[in-house]
């Protein structure tokens, strides 16, 4: 029983779960073609990405730059650091514009796209992407530097602010952008871009003297350069990445010698805990920071820590991994407990209505849980990662696919969010898109590869961490087995497995499957197969003959939860989970001033009715409670027994909330 695994091969596998499909066919319709107008600047109404027109401009300017003699190859537009919007969107200068790291919006629409081609072939957005890649190579330097800021701005000063201008993170998105396409494709064009890229920042960073002795200010090339590394077979990308992972936190500080002065000025503390490069990250206990640059960082230490075999690195994977679910994660997932700094804050500290919980925070979640999962095949970790999935990412994105939460609070008064300043960052309602437009690029990626966070294998054994449907192929020496997944959690709570393409007769294999925590217990049927629960998975293992059938019953039970009583901003109250899915009230349902509201703990009281939200069949829960009942005027007055009206509560799943328009919110409710 071998604990270590590896994603599955996206053409391995072909969902057809109603749910996923449903999620996927949304990002594949909507998401896909909407975000390829937004990276064109083509969506009336939303602020412009800029991101295809600044690759245009930078394929000129490199064309420029070849003609032009060594003296002024270096600058040749004018520097313009503080980028402003343009006023007048027809008469646009010939300069860069957006945020530093507009070339991510191509790279993770891309990604997305490369994922979504495995599972269904368009030759149409083929053509589109494939066009979209030579605007792309055409603006790389011949050095193989490519990031179209420092390219249309002034080449001399690259690699100047590693702390505030995202190099290494485009670099990252882009090597990520470029293995999904390739792998989906075989077409190496932006691979080897993305290679070339990667090649020339190993010729400028290392522990060699002359070279960069700097680290990314927003990690990400980390597990990107691990993931290069595993698609091309080359060290030196592995040996990058462990450089990058090895330097941060060490002293003299790397961003003190960029920056001179200005952490101290700070005082210090906001700085290097931000970048997570307050010490060396093997002595890092506690996740700091901004959220999604330190999920990030874990998720390419634990990669690293695997492939090395480097003990202290896994040890303090596990040590942040344990900070982060026991200390620092909201019930849905969601990290990142202040908007300042889009940070994670102390322990304990989870405010509901106050919450940052970034959808790409969640979603680096996810990515350092699997990745946690592919050193140890441990249940818990793929606890964390589905409910980061079902609950805060699936939030992320309305029902429709048309619009998009960037925050996803616990607790929401839409009056607080449009007239208290403090909570400006919440939205009561999905955006159509962002200036900053990271997080519904980062779920159209990571929703069109669900199935590689559904299914890793090892050499032997085939892991399903996510209950997902689909075909499943497990490629063995001798042949292929081929499983056919009926993954019913929603209505009957189960999972079937059915062999319906067996390997050679003689060739053995196993087929892991996990037990949620959420479920006390369990049957299983899997013939007279040999079975073993480790860790929290059944590892069924036998020489599996077509027709062959395992399954899975789960005994899902609603369970009324409660926070441990450091968090103060949860005392005395409690919310609903029914399988990965965390519930909440809405005022469309239960009328407003929730705060009013509290929820009779007796589990065996409720009541499940199928429902359909905003088009979307869901399980809604109804539980008795009471509504106290408003008090007189006065905004004090002297204490008097609260008087209470039967209520009856009801509860949608999370993932489904502000989907029928504005209205107050909570998770957490009196009891
Ligand atoms: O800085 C790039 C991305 O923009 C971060 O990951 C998000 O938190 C947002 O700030
Ligand atoms: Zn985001």
Request: hydrophobic content about 35%; proline content about 4%; some cysteine.
């Amino acid at each position: 029983m071998t604990g270590e695994s590896r994603p599955i091969d996206l053409k391995n596998v072909k969902i057809n779960d109603p749910f996923w499909k449903g999620e996927m066919e949304l990002v594949r319709k909507e998401v896909i073609p909407y975000q390829w107008e937004a990276i064109n600047d083509r969506v009336e109404g939303a602020e412009p990405s800029f991101a295809m027109r600044n690759f245009k401009l930078a394929g000129r300017i490199t064309a420029k730059r070849r003609e032009l003699s060594d003296d002024y190859r270096e600058v040749i537009w004018p520097v313009d650091i503080f980028q402003t919007l343009p006023k007048d969107m027809d008469h646009l200068e010939d300069r860069f514009y957006g945020f530093l790291f507009q070339d991510t919006d191509f790279s993770k629409w891309i990604e997305a796209v490369g994922y979504s081609l495995t599972q269904h072939p368009d030759p149409e957005l083929e053509k589109t992407a494939d066009e979209a890649i030579d605007i792309v190579c055409a603006a790389q330097q011949d050095n193989g530097y490519l990031d179209t800021y420092y390219i249309i701005n002034d080449m001399s000063r690259i690699f100047t602010n590693l702390r505030d201008h995202h190099e290494l993170y485009c670099l990252g998105h882009l090597v990520e952008g470029a293995v999904a396409y390739y792998l989906a494709t075989g077409k190496d064009k932006l691979l080897n871009a993305a290679k070339r890229f990667a090649d020339y920042v190993y010729s400028r960073f290392g522990k060699e003297e002359g070279k960069i002795h700097g680290y990314p200010g927003h990690e990400i090339a980390e597990m990107a350069l691990v993931r290069l590394y595993e698609v091309s077979g080359d060290e030196k990308y592995l040996e990058l990445s462990r450089y990058f992972i090895d330097e941060r936190g060490t002293r003299p500080y790397y961003f003190d010698k960029e920056h001179p002065g200005e952490e101290e000025k700070r005082g210090g503390k906001p700085g290097y805990h931000y970048h997570q490069a307050h010490v060396p990250v093997r002595q890092q206990d506690e996740a700091v920071g901004h959220a999604v640059r330190a999920v990030y960082l874990y998720s390419g230490m634990a990669d690293v820590a695997r492939l090395t075999g480097d003990e202290s690195l896994k040890q303090a994977c596990r040590r942040l991994f344990d900070n982060i679910v026991n200390k620092k994660m909201y019930i849905t997932g969601g990290i990142g407990g202040t908007n300042i700094g889009e940070a994670f804050s102390f322990n304990y500290d989870l405010p509901n209505d106050l919450a940052y919980s970034e959808t790409c925070a969640a979603i680096g979640l996810v990515f350092f849980a699997r990745r946690m999962l592919q050193m140890d095949a441990d249940s818990r970790y793929a606890d964390v990662m589905e409910r980061a999935l079902y609950n805060t990412v699936l939030s992320g994105m309305a029902l429709d696919g048309k619009s998009f939460f960037y925050v996803n609070p616990l607790e929401v008064n839409p009056k607080a969010c449009h007239e208290d300043a403090r909570k400006a960052h919440v939205k009561p309602v999905r955006q159509k898109w962002f200036g900053c437009a990271c997080c519904p690029p980062n779920i159209a990626r990571l929703v069109s590869s669900v199935a590689a966070y559904a299914y890793t294998e090892s050499e032997d054994t085939l892991f399903m961490h996510l209950y997902v449907g689909g075909t499943v192929k497990k490629e063995y020496p001798e042949g292929s087995v081929v499983w056919e997944v009926d993954a019913d959690i929603m209505d009957k709570s189960r999972v079937r497995v059915v062999c319906s393409e067996a390997a050679p007769e003689g060739t053995e294999g196993t087929i892991a499957i996990r037990i949620p925590d959420w479920c006390d217990s369990y049957t299983l049927s899997c013939k007279d197969h040999a079975h073993e629960l480790h860790k929290g998975y059944e590892y069924i293992r036998g020489t599996f003959r077509k027709g062959e059938e395992i399954e899975l019953v789960f005994d899902k039970k609603l369970k009324i939860m409660q926070a441990a009583s450091a968090v103060s901003e949860d005392h005395g109250k409690v919310a609903l989970s029914y399988g990965p899915f965390v519930y909440c009230i809405e005022e469309k349902d239960n009328g407003k001033d929730l705060h009013l509201l509290s929820v009779d703990t007796d589990a065996s009281k409720a009541v499940f009715e199928k429902t359909v939200i905003a088009g979307n069949e869901a399980t809604r829960i109804i539980m008795p409670g009471k509504r106290e009942k408003i008090r007189d005027g006065a905004l004090y007055s002297e204490y008097r027994a609260a008087e209470y009206e039967d209520a009856k509560l009801i509860f949608i799943p999370y993932y489904t909330w502000a989907n029928r328009g504005e209205g107050e919110m909570r998770v957490w409710i009196g009891r």
